[in-house]
Nanobody
Framework: QVELVESGGGLVQAGGSLRLSCAAS????????MGWFRQAPGKEREFVAR????????YYADFVKGRFTISRDDAKNTGYLQMNSLSPEDTAVYYC???????????????WGQGTQVTVSS
């Protein structure tokens, strides 16, 4: 069993930055694909970014391209989401996830974190 713990969320003004972290327990982190997702009030959970097991390939939703950067440090069992140029539309609960393939995202994943709130004020 893997436990994921997100941190780094908070309140920031528009144009500001936050760095989210996702710490994983256990020894399987490096074998799994990692993703970040978000869910705003009244909306479904949506894909934000993903990074392959090797960390060589990253993929982003169109609405975060050029602003967010996903990364991972397998030695620390931790993933990150650097978020720059934040806007009020980015306000949501952000979740990290681990999965062998990510093919069932965003609806299902082998492991989910508990989420961290990001609020961007105008």
């Amino acid at each position: 069993q893997v436990e994921l713990v997100e941190s780094g969320g908070g309140l920031v003004q528009a144009g500001g930055s936050l760095r989210l972290s996702c710490a994983a327990s256990g020894r399987t982190f490096s074998y799994l694909v990692m993703g970040w997702f978000r869910q705003a009030p009244g909306k479904e959970r949506e894909f934000v970014a993903r990074i392959t097991r090797s960390g060589l390939n990253t993929y982003y939703a169109d609405f975060v391209k050029g602003r967010f950067t996903i990364s991972r440090d397998d030695a620390k069992n931790t993933g990150y989401l650097q978020m720059n140029s934040l806007s009020p539309e980015d306000t949501a609960v952000y979740y990290c996830a681990l999965d062998p393939s990510g093919t069932r995202w965003p609806t299902e994943s082998l492991y989910w974190g508990q989420g961290t709130q990001v609020t961007v004020s105008s």
